[in-house]
């Protein structure tokens, strides 16, 4: 498939494993380093599989002797697959071969660092399969604590705030239908406050905002006798995720956030000491973010959202019109990833 589209970086790759001028070690270092160049400044989706086609030539010119070699090669050719967007599953599959046969020869001879960043790249490939229920999602959430014993808060924080957000999402993709679903929700809203531990908003705006989103989600839909501060503390959640994200610059998230400050919105009372008395006003002001939101998923062509919307304002007009509101859930709009 790769060939059927040439690139000149990798068609100079490939002429030059056919050289005799050059040893199979500085074939295997020359095919590595162009690979990782396509892999990181993609043009099109074909130079990923390139890449990986890269990737996988450089693997049959290793030494059966050179097994740390081939286990960084490995490790390499699974981001690569794992980068290529696909409907299903097969290069989440292949990434996961990759990674699995990269750990054992890293975890002989390659640095703790290493090991731990395949850990964590097996802990996104395994968390993408569950949502297909290819695997339990509790591999993914093993890989990723695995990789938590070396990339601590201290030492690689950027890789810490990472793995938490991923935990804390893993945890909340779990039905929360058996006698520990409580225990996963409060673990899901400890690894997001301990990513914002890492994460600020002067520095990491954008994942600051992201974090902060997910966070709101998190306390929002906890199962809690706390739901009243559970929602306040969303808000405020909500409203730093909104210190970045505006309708000007990130359009497409600020609707997000504001979806999900609506929904929380509707849950709680006008009067927070009296809330026999309704929480009309709250409803009015939910009712005025979702139709911000609703223009703004409609530009972007968000079909189901928009449809989503529409049925919740529906039901919103039934509120306003008694001042009352039940428990509502709603949708919470976040995502997945730094």
């Known amino acids: 498939m790769a060939e059927n589209l ?64 081939q286990g960084r090669t490995r490790a390499r050719n699974g981001t690569a697959l794992q980068a290529i967007p696909e409907a299903g599953t097969e290069y989440l599959f292949k990434a996961q071969t990759e990674f699995e046969k990269a750990l054992p020869v890293l975890s002989e001879a390659g640095s703790v660092e290493e090991v731990a960043e395949v850990e964590m790249n097996l802990g996104l490939v395994l968390q993408s399969l569950a949502a297909f229920n290819a695997v339990p999602i509790t591999e993914a959430i093993a890989a990723y604590q695995r990789a938590l014993k070396v990339f601590t808060r201290e030492a690689y924080a950027t890789e810490y705030a990472i793995l938490h957000n991923n935990l804390a999402t893993a945890f909340l993709s779990i039905p929360m239908s058996d006698e520990r679903a409580k225990m996963r929700e409060a673990l899901a809203v400890q690894s997001f406050q301990e990513a914002l ?27 809690s006798s706390h739901a009243v501060e559970n929602n306040l503390r969303a808000l405020d959640a909500y409203d730093e995720a909104l210190k970045v994200r505006t309708a000007k610059d990130s359009p497409y998230e600020y609707a997000n956030t504001l979806c999900n400050k609506a929904n929380c919105l509707r849950n709680l009372p006008d009067d927070l000491n009296n809330p026999e008395e309704g929480n009309r006003d709250r409803l009015c002001e939910a009712r005025t973010f ?5 223009v703004i998923f409609e530009q972007y062509g968000d079909m189901p959202k928009v449809n989503m919307i529409t049925e919740t304002l529906s039901e919103l007009e039934a509120e306003i019109g008694t001042g009352l509101s039940g428990s509502r859930t709603g949708k919470g709009f976040g995502e997945s990833r730094i």
Request: proline share 3%.
């Open 197 to 223: 531990k890492v994460v600020n908003l002067i520095d990491q705006p954008t994942e600051y905002a992201m974090l902060q989103n997910n966070l709101g989600n998190a306390l929002q839909y906890v199962s």
């Open 6 to 69: 040439p690139d000149h970086e990798f068609n100079q790759a490939l002429a030059a494993i056919e050289s005799e001028a050059i040893s199979a070690n500085e074939k295997v270092d020359l095919l590595v380093q162009i690979a990782v160049g396509l892999q990181q400044r993609p043009k099109s989706i074909q130079q990923l599989h390139n890449a990986v086609t890269l990737y996988d030539k450089a693997l049959t010119l290793c030494s059966e002797q050179d097994t740390l070699l």
């Open 290 to 294: 979702y139709r911000e939101a609703c």
